[in-house]
T-cell receptor
Framework: NAGVTQTPKFQVLKTGQSMTLQCAQD?????MYWYRQDPGMGLRLIYY???????DKGEVPNGYNVSRLNKREFSLRLESAAPSQTSVYFC?????????????FGQGTRLTVV | TQLLEQSPQFLSIQEGENLTVYCNSS?????LQWYRQEPGEGPVLLVT?????EVKKLKRLTFQFGDARKDSSLHITAAQPGDTGLYLC???????????FGKGTKLSVIP
């Protein structure tokens, strides 16, 4: 079982370039999330999708857009990359939003913006 | 905004020692989870606790959820080098889709 798959694993962008981070899960989960992880800051939620067809902002949404393409796929787009967006990005999924929901994470995308 | 404070931030111990890491908040959570993250990997779920006062054991790891559901602890008995990693707690408020993460405790177990 693949679980949560993220592509690419590494990326270097120049300031102002755009890119899309892809995420797919094969666990038939309803909810999907995008987090960024920075040293000393922990994991911070960028956007989430509680179910297919819905998306909502998390703690740090500025500079990002998302698309819940179908139940399996949730993409994160940087329209005009900035050095402050250098980070490790994690996609996660969970079965539902109820109490005690278990989240499963991908391996991450390491993005550097120069 | 619900905040989770983890302590200590760093911990370096010898193999065979016991340790406890803490996760505290002023907010009430409907559930709390512990994850372990190794370098270059995503966090991996260890346990979820949902009931105040709940204690769960996973081999040498013991997890406790505070009675008021505002805090949690992770105790490791006889630590091994394979326990090395970043331990993250995450809490979810009632009716919320969002998991709030602590900043983590970086554990190093020296052989």
């Amino acid at each position: 079982n693949a679980g949560v798959t993220q592509t690419p694993k590494f990326q270097v962008l120049k300031t102002g370039q755009s890119m899309t981070l892809q995420c797919a899960q094969d666990m038939n989960h309803n909810s999907m999330y995008w987090y960024r992880q920075d040293p000393g800051m922990g994991l911070r939620l960028i956007y989430y999708s509680a179910s297919e067809g819905t998306t909502d902002k998390g703690e740090v949404p500025n500079g990002y857009n998302v698309s819940r393409l179908n139940k399996r796929e949730f993409s994160l787009r940087l329209e005009s990359a900035a050095p402050s967006q250098t980070s490790v990005y994690f996609c996660a999924s969970s079965a539902d939003y109820g109490q005690g929901v278990d989240a499963f994470f991908g391996q991450g995308t390491r993005l550097t913006v120069v | 905004t619900q905040l989770l404070e983890q302590s200590p931030q760093f911990l370096s111990i010898q193999e065979g020692e016991n340790l406890t890491v803490y996760c505290n908040s002023s907010s009430v959570f409907s559930s709390l989870q512990w994850y372990r993250q190794e370098p270059g990997e995503g966090p991996v779920l260890l346990v979820t606790v949902v009931t105040g006062g709940e204690v769960k054991k996973l081999k040498r790891l013991t997890f406790q959820f505070g009675d008021a559901r505002k805090d949690s602890s992770l105790h490791i008995t006889a630590a091994q080098p394979g326990d090395t990693g970043l331990y993250l707690c995450a809490g979810k408020g009632a009716g919320s889709y969002q998991l709030t993460f602590g900043k983590g405790t970086k554990l190093s177990v020296i052989p």
